[in-house]
């Protein structure tokens, strides 16, 4: 009787066991044969399952963006203000030496994506930004809701996510302290939108 593989699995199982290989070499530094050591299948299955390299990078860092937005649906359930949300939404990249290795990559990845031309990797960008923002909306409507900040501000939430882009170059280029400048940035920003009668 023959074995039945589901596909989507087997893709995400052999992306899961690259993902250490990722971390410790970067995007540029890896290749199929040491993706398949790695995950402990043949070259031939790997093409089985991807079309080429970025094609497992993509379902690595899929697999990152699946755990970072779990610990953002999580965020969004906590019991404290909406400032200290915003704070913990935009510093979570930089929180430890995991994330860290993760934002390295991703680094890596707009490098590749700002240089290469590659409509796959702007879609795959656009994606993963629409659903960062998704989230980002449901704290805000949330606070909207609850009368902590003015309906107004809404619009300049959309910025939020150009902000820690530019921040995550920002932060490599000029050695700028990531979490510091966070929590300044939205102190700054709560002044504006934050309703006056809330404390």
Do not use: P
């Not at 995950?39 to 089985?48: F, M, Q």
């Not at 409509?119 to 960062?132: G, K, L, N, P, T």
């Amino acid at each position: 009787m023959a074995i039945i593989v589901n596909k989507e699995e087997k893709r995400r199982a052999i992306a899961l066991a690259s993902k250490s290989l990722l971390l410790e070499h970067g995007i540029k530094n890896i290749t199929i044969s040491k993706i398949a050591e790695c995950a402990g299948v043949g070259k031939g299955t790997i093409y089985e399952y991807f079309r080429n390299k970025e094609d497992i990078v993509f379902e690595i860092i899929s697999v990152f963006i699946a755990e970072h937005e779990k610990w953002l649906h999580a965020l969004i359930r906590e019991d404290i203000s909406t400032k200290e949300k915003i704070k913990r939404f935009l510093s979570q990249l930089y929180s430890d030496a995991d994330y860290e290795k993760q934002l390295s990559i991703y680094r890596e990845f707009l490098a590749i994506s700002l240089t290469s031309n590659v409509d796959e990797m702007r879609d795959f960008s656009r994606a993963c930004r629409e659903r960062f923002q998704i989230i980002l909306d449901q704290i805000v409507d949330e606070a909207i809701l609850m009368g902590e900040i003015k309906a107004e501000s809404k619009e300049m939430f959309g910025m939020l996510h150009t902000y820690s882009l530019g921040l995550v170059v920002e932060s490599k280029v000029n050695e700028i302290d990531a979490k510091v400048h966070i929590d300044q940035f939205v102190e700054t920003l709560f002044t504006i939108i934050e309703k006056k009668d809330i404390r």
